[in-house]
């Protein structure tokens, strides 16, 4: 056993590989029904149930045919949801380079604020991609006193305990441009990857587990296990500010890490055999790449009992390298909690060596 393997010993992580019953999983039939134990006691115990029956529409609402000096076309889309009580509405930007002529691969970002792939809008169309840009504000409002402004609208139960949070509520505004994306005869629609960065990170790897649609999740620092991390820690999460993100039966009885039915190897595992990239950086301690790395690991059994390899790496890992060779890739940056040039450019090399 290698020192990282060691590692994950001594962190008593919940089982990944064993059904409810206690009988180990052995093959894909096992594994299609742990999937289905892990996903439904995520939804009711960390990330929230997502309401059913919302229908959707989307609309063109405007079309620049010059985006980036005529390299592009960006079209604004409006997603129109509604159920039969209620009904929102929030936009998003498709941006195609039009120097590639067969089918486009694709980027779903969430992010942040207005400013696309943080500024890295051209780059990432000259290497022949498209951008689908998102603010999730747009999605629903990142404030615990904003409640049903946005998508979350939809689920206005207080009692209901596994209720979604906003991290499934923006996942769920991903998902549903997904559908749309899905008519886009321009798209390659089998490498749509989604991305995000910290708690969007996050949010990237709930889609990606909830949708499978998706090829590839990319989470820039974020996907430490809970369990024994020197950074942000559970207790950190369950904070006035922070535990909006979450359903509230993540936090009941005053419980730690340690009482969790789950870590965040669970997640990551619910999109084998499909891709997940996850990034840190060296002086982002509070995100814990290290623990990062054992997350990736920990999910891996998961992959490699459907064919695929998981995070192949060693016990040292080294800044700006990145580590590519299972379906679940680690890059460690220098520098801090920041999703940039050297990141983007890391995972469009991994997507062209896999063809993801």
């Known amino acids: ?13 919940p ?14 039939e096992d594994w299609k029904l742990r999937r ?55 936009i998003f930007k498709l941006i195609l380079p039009k120097a590639v002529k067969e089918k486009i691969p694709a980027f779903l970002h969430l992010q942040f604020n207005e400013l696309v792939a943080g500024g890295l809008g ?4 000259d290497n022949g991609y498209a951008i689908v840009h998102v603010c999730y504000q747009d999605i629903d409002p990142d404030d615990s006193k904003e409640s049903f402004l946005g998508v979350s609208r939809f689920e206005k139960d207080w009692i209901n305990k596994d209720r979604w949070g906003k ?23 089998a490498r749509i990857a989604v991305i995000g960065h910290s708690r969007l990170a996050l949010t990237a790897l709930w889609c990606a587990a909830m949708d499978e649609r998706f090829s590839l999740a990319v989470a820039g620092n974020s996907g430490s296990l809970y369990r024994g991390s020197q950074a942000e820690s559970f207790r950190d999460l369950s904070r006035e500010y922070t535990r909006y993100w979450f359903c509230p039966n993540l936090f009941r009885d005053d419980r730690d ?29 509070w995100a814990d790449a290290h623990s990062e790395v054992l997350s990736g690991l920990a999910a891996s059994p998961a992959f490699e009992i459907l064919g695929q390899k ?31 040039r050297d990141d983007w450019h890391a995972v469009m090399k991994y997507r062209e060596e896999k063809n993801i």
């Open 1 to 13: 056993m290698n020192g990282l393997q060691k590692e994950i010993e001594n962190r008593h992580l």
């Open 15 to 28: 089982e990944l590989m064993r059904l409810e019953n206690g009988d180990a999983v052995t093959n894909y």
């Open 36 to 90: 289905e134990e892990i996903k439904k006691l995520l939804c009711h115990e960390y990330m929230g149930v997502t309401p059913e029956n919302i229908k959707s529409a989307f609309e063109c609402v405007g079309v620049d045919e010059d985006a980036y000096g005529g390299k592009a076309t960006e079209k604004t889309i409006k997603v129109q949801l509604a159920n039969n009580n209620d009904a929102y509405e929030f």
């Open 122 to 125: 051209e780059e990432i169309i």
């Open 167 to 189: 991290i499934a509520v923006w996942a769920f505004g991903a998902s549903k441009i997904m559908d749309y994306l899905q008519t886009v005869v321009q798209l390659d629609h």
């Open 257 to 285: 890490a340690n009482d969790l039915p789950f870590d965040m190897h669970f997640l990551i595992a619910l999109i084998a055999p499909r891709y997940v990239f996850l990034t840190g950086a060296t002086r982002d301690l």
């Open 310 to 340: 998981g995070l192949i790496c060693p016990d040292e890992i080294l800044p700006d390298t990145l580590y590519d060779e299972g379906n679940i890739s680690f890059f460690l940056r220098a520098g801090t909690h920041y999703l940039g």
